[in-house]
């Protein structure tokens, strides 16, 4: 049975490579079938149908239904002709119509089964092939989206870097304390100008994952540390949210300390984005199976589990959330799941939509750390 499936599988790719004519194919396999009737008749005297009866299934299998008939007819006339003695008679015989009936009715299944198959056949490929294109197309529009984004974010760099870093020399040269409004004006472009800055990296780093080019720099240091140092980074944006930590873990871990620092904020942004009416967030860190696992609790909107499936693709954004109100462009958790999968780690999420969500993500303990212990 094998045998059989593979040799049909060989004569498909036969006929989609060397395209021959599906008659020519017919005349072939009947030359063939002919030759091997000769040098059986020379031994036996006998006719075998079956190697006529295999010549037209292939040719149904090859060439559907009408060189199915050809070969048929033609495979009737070589075998009632040729083989059977009067050799070369031209004139039928009762058992000629017999024989000639089977022949048709079996050359017609044949045909008709072979028509179907290579119709379906053909429509499969046709779609096949019209995938393939769209494919390549969206492919390519996909990369000029990418190329425009990656060009502008680079071409908003400069200005928004040197635009924030005038606003710092102007927070430090000139004496808001005697001016509140003035102090107001700045404090509200510093933080407009931080939320372009960050949009502009997340585009970058985007840019950067879908040309491969995220590197990372692994240096060595333990998860505390990280996570001490992240806390004191956002105390000063942080004005809603009681970040309550749990757990301390000083074994050595290899990561890119800024890339994972990165991480943790955006899982604490978005934790106190999504939790507006929430005035807590818990901060645990735990370990288990020499991997230190970071989790960020919020007590939010939670997500649905038809979300939670899509969370870490690009620009994916929950549908539900009320989009005006939650700031996004759902790049965050995309970025963040890459630089985890970079650092070998895991990263998911757990959820209950209205009571709130825990994302967690894992990251393995570097082995000198663990030989030094055990
Ligand atoms: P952004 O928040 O900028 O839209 P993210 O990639 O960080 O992008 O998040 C993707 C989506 O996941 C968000 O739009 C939001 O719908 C959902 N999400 C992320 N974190 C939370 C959370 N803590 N609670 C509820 N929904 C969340």
């Known amino acids: 049975m094998n045998s059989i499936n593979t040799l049909l599988t060989r004569l498909d790719t036969f006929r989609t490579r060397v395209k021959i004519n599906p008659y020519l194919f017919a005349f072939l396999l009947l030359t063939i079938s002919m030759l091997i009737q ?18 037209i299934f292939l040719t149904a299998w090859y060439g559907g239904f009408f060189p199915c008939i050809a070969a048929t007819i033609v495979g009737f006339l070589l075998v009632d002709y040729y083989f059977i003695p009067p050799l070369h008679s031209i004139l039928p015989k009762k058992a000629d ?21 290579i119709k379906r056949e053909t429509e499969l490929n046709k779609a096949y092939e019209a995938e393939q294109r769209a494919r390549k197309d969206a492919e390519a529009a996909n990369r000029i989206r990418d190329d425009f984004i990656s060009m502008a974010s680079h071409e908003l760099k400069t200005p928004i870097t040197s635009q924030k870093l005038y606003l710092q020399m102007v927070q430090k040269n000139v004496d808001l304390n005697t001016n509140p409004k003035l102090a107001r004006y700045i404090r509200l472009v510093s933080t407009q100008t931080d939320r372009i800055v960050n949009l502009i990296n997340d585009l970058l ?10 590197v990372m720099h692994y240096t060595p240091t333990t998860i505390s540390e990280v996570v001490y140092d992240v806390l ?11 970040i309550i930590l749990k757990g301390h873990n000083t074994k050595s871990i290899e990561i890119d300390k800024e890339r994972i620092s990165e991480v943790l904020i955006n899982l604490l942004s978005n934790a106190m984005k999504y939790s ?3 005035e807590k967030i818990m901060l645990t860190i735990t370990e288990k199976n020499k991997q230190v696992i970071v989790s960020v609790k919020d007590y939010g909107i939670g997500i649905n589990k038809t ?4 969370l870490f693709t690009r620009y994916f954004r929950a ?20 630089i ?13 939509e209205g009571k709130g969500s825990t994302f967690s993500f894992s990251l393995p303990i570097a082995k000198k750390a663990y030989q030094k212990i055990s």
């Open 38 to 55: 000769s040098v059986l008749n020379t031994y036996t005297n006998q006719i075998d149908y079956s190697i006529f009866v295999i010549c």
């Open 97 to 117: 119509y017999v024989i000639a009936i089977i022949f048709l009715i079996e050359g017609i299944l044949f045909g008709l089964m072979g028509e179907a198959r």
């Open 205 to 214: 780093n985007v840019a950067r994952i879908r040309a491969g080019k995220f």
């Open 232 to 242: 004191q980074e956002i105390a000063p944006i942080n004005t809603t949210h009681n």
């Open 276 to 278: 507006p009416e929430a």
């Open 307 to 310: 979300n939670q499936k899509k």
């Open 319 to 338: 549908e539900g959330t009320n989009e005006q109100k939650y700031e996004g462009f759902g790049m965050g958790l995309f970025i963040v799941s890459e």
């Open 340 to 352: 985890i999968r970079q650092h070998k780690g895991k990263i998911w999420v757990k959820s209950t």
